[in-house]
């Protein structure tokens, strides 16, 4: 069970819009105690929420925030359909003191003005509520000199680094009350500003692998884009959810950009790979899988051409990669971090089971059957079934064609669709399901809201593009 703290980084903009009065609802309805909220001030002086000080990125209007009126600010709509699937809706950008009026009688608020030149407005805004210092907390970069009114006034803050490069934390630190890391600084840097004595709260936080790592280095609070998801440790469903149009939580590409997500199909209830390279998914709401004993299957098809090459070519396929001790990214043919199997088909209709080890690029053959080739578009169905001791995997549309591994290097509760072709050829996936037939989880059960702490005491005792990352918080 985690005791970390959890702030709903940008409303947790892995699960809904980012800074939307519909994400801060959202979050607070599923057990946030904390939400960070970023604004500017448009030209006639209303307080709006959104992360930068021009729209373009969420809104496709190139506006500068400052140059326009709320009423104009007010027509546009945050669209993260690319992230989050089609079916995500499109919101406003709303007023800060809606929000706050919303949240803060019953929720801490990380606040930070993206422009800098609002300071004494935004604090006069904060002493209007009751228990305001209980309730906010100033949050902006740790290499900007903190106002004095801040302190003055009685808030805390939180000084937030990307590293600590040219001394940093030695230069920046001290005026602040809380610290806060990027969840891309090395175990050093993240060590070194623990070691300043200071709560600290890295950001932001996607998976659960990022966050027993940072607990392991002793930060105690996280700025979570993936609240649903990094705040428990069980499965939200044995089915994809593809169908609903929206990415689910936990589902995530091996890089956390827009770009990088596959495109969602509620038509079809299949999501698919589009881009060029090599390219993963992690399939953390199904998992952990909760058994040494279960099956997974899946639907693969390529929907046009296939990834046909030279002869042998290993790497031009697609398939499932499982046994996954975490939910880091998994690519095959990819040196990665942790290591699993991976059940590969070609456009030849080789199936072909791999282990790959973890920091190693080849991986290693351990059993294979041939099977009919595939036909563009025609969708191909799987199963994987996994026993303490042994694998066996079989194709399943038409004659069932199987074959049998005994081999137990990898028994982690983690699995993850992948195309391993660099070509721009698409690769779709469908009905994936996990049924458990004995033995029990070796995950703990989920912490839920347990791992949160009261509003009038965030981070003082012990207890993550979404939007496109940046080590802008």
Request: contains cysteine.
């Amino acid at each position: 069970m985690t005791s970390s703290f959890f702030i709903a980084h940008r409303g947790s903009g892995d699960n809904w819009p980012e800074h939307t009065a519909h994400a801060y609802g959202q979050a607070v309805s599923a057990g946030a105690k904390a939400i960070e909220v970023s604004l500017s001030s448009t030209s006639d002086g209303v307080l709006v929420c959104h992360h930068l000080t021009n729209t373009q990125r969420l809104t496709g209007r190139d506006w500068n925030i400052a140059d326009h009126t709320y009423a104009e600010i007010a027509q546009l709509r945050n669209d993260a359909r690319q992230w989050l699937g089609p079916a995500s809706p499109l919101e406003p950008l709303p007023k800060v003191k809606d929000v706050l009026d919303a949240h803060a009688s019953r929720n801490v608020i990380f606040i930070e003005d993206k422009q800098g030149t609002n300071t004494e407005a935004l604090l006069d805004l904060l002493d209007s509520y009751p228990d305001a210092t209980e309730r906010f907390v100033w949050k902006q970069s740790g290499a900007v000199e903190l106002p004095g009114s801040v302190t003055e006034r009685g808030y805390r803050s939180w000084g937030y680094f990307t590293d600590s490069s040219d001394r940093q934390f030695e230069r920046f630190a001290e005026p602040f009350d809380l610290l806060g890391i990027y969840h891309d600084a090395t175990d050093n840097e993240i060590r070194q500003l623990v070691s300043f004595g200071k709560p600290v709260i890295c950001w932001e936080v996607h998976t659960r692998w990022m966050r027993e790592r940072l607990e392991q280095l002793g930060v105690r609070g996280m700025m979570c884009s993936n609240l649903l998801y990094v705040a428990n440790e069980t499965p939200q469903s044995t089915k994809d959810s593809f169908v609903t149009g929206l990415r689910a939580p936990g589902d995530l590409p091996w890089i956390h950009t827009w770009e990088s997500q596959p495109v969602i199909h509620r038509d079809s209830a299949s999501i698919t790979f589009e881009g060029e390279g090599r390219r993963s998914y992690v399939m953390g709401s199904m998992c952990p899988v909760g058994s040494q004993n279960y099956s997974l299957t899946f639907e693969i098809r390529w929907p046009s051409d296939l990834p046909v090459g030279a002869e042998g070519a290993r790497e031009l396929d697609a398939g499932v990669a499982f046994g996954q001790a975490d939910d880091r990214a998994f690519r095959p043919w990819t040196p990665g971090d942790v290591g699993g199997y991976y059940l590969s088909i070609r456009a030849s209709g080789k199936l072909e089971l791999f282990r790959q080890e973890a920091k190693i690029q080849d991986a290693i053959s351990i059993a294979s059957v041939p099977t009919d080739p595939p036909v563009p578009g025609g969708w191909m169905r799987f199963r994987i079934d996994v026993s303490p001791a042994a694998i066996r995997f079989a194709r399943l549309d038409g004659r069932e064609i199987a074959a049998v591994a005994e081999d137990t290097a990898y028994r982690g509760e983690y699995f993850s669709l992948f195309k391993s072709h660099l070509k721009m050829i698409p690769v779709a996936f469908r009905a994936l399901e996990v049924s458990s037939s004995a033995g029990t989880s070796s995950r703990t059960a989920s912490a839920g809201a347990e791992g949160n702490v009261g509003p009038g005491n965030p981070v003082d005792q012990p207890e993550s593009t979404n939007a496109r990352p940046s080590p802008s918080a």
